[in-house]
Nanobody
Framework: QVQLVESGGGLVQAGGSLRLSCAASGSIFSINVMGWYRQAPGKQRELVALITSDSSTAYADSVKGRFTISRDNGKNTRYLQMNAMKPEDTAVYYC???????????????WGQGAQVTVSS
C-alpha cells in the first residue's frame, strides 16, 4: 500500500504565504505524477498543481505565478509553496499521487487525508 501524509495547512491572512508538504511512503517503485487538488465548500474538486517524474509542472490558471510545486526525490516528498494568497484559495487541499508499486504493475491513484487552508480577508 501507499500512504500520503500531508502537513502545513492552516490560517493565513490575504497576501500571506503557506507551504504544504506531502510525503509518500509504503510500497513504491516509482511516482509518475504527484501534486495537489483542492475542494472548496459547495464546489467540485479541482486541480491546483502537479509535477511529473521528469519535473514537468502544470498549474491551474488561478494559481499561476503565485504557487510553486517542487520535489525532493530522495524523500518522495513534494511541496506546494503558496504566496500572495487570496480568500478564494480557501479550501481543503488534497495531495494526489499516481504510483507504480512494481516494475511491471499498473500505476494507481492515491490521495492524502486533506489539509484545510483558510485565507482571511
Amino acid at each position: 500500500q501507499v500512504q500520503l501524509v500531508e502537513s502545513g495547512g492552516g490560517l493565513v491572512q490575504a497576501g500571506g504565504s503557506l507551504r504544504l508538504s506531502c510525503a509518500a511512503s509504503g510500497s513504491i517503485f516509482s511516482i509518475n505524477v504527484m501534486g495537489w487538488y483542492r475542494q472548496a465548500p459547495g464546489k467540485q474538486r479541482e486541480l491546483v498543481a502537479l509535477i511529473t517524474s521528469d519535473s514537468s509542472t502544470a498549474y491551474a490558471d488561478s494559481v499561476k505565478g503565485r504557487f510553486t510545486i517542487s520535489r525532493d526525490n530522495g524523500k518522495n516528498t513534494r511541496y506546494l509553496q503558496m504566496n500572495a494568497m487570496k480568500p478564494e484559495d480557501t479550501a481543503v487541499y488534497y495531495c494526489y499521487a499516481n504510483v507504480r508499486q512494481t516494475y511491471s504493475g499498473s500505476p494507481s491513484d492515491y490521495w492524502g487525508q486533506g489539509a484545510q487552508v483558510t485565507v482571511s480577508s
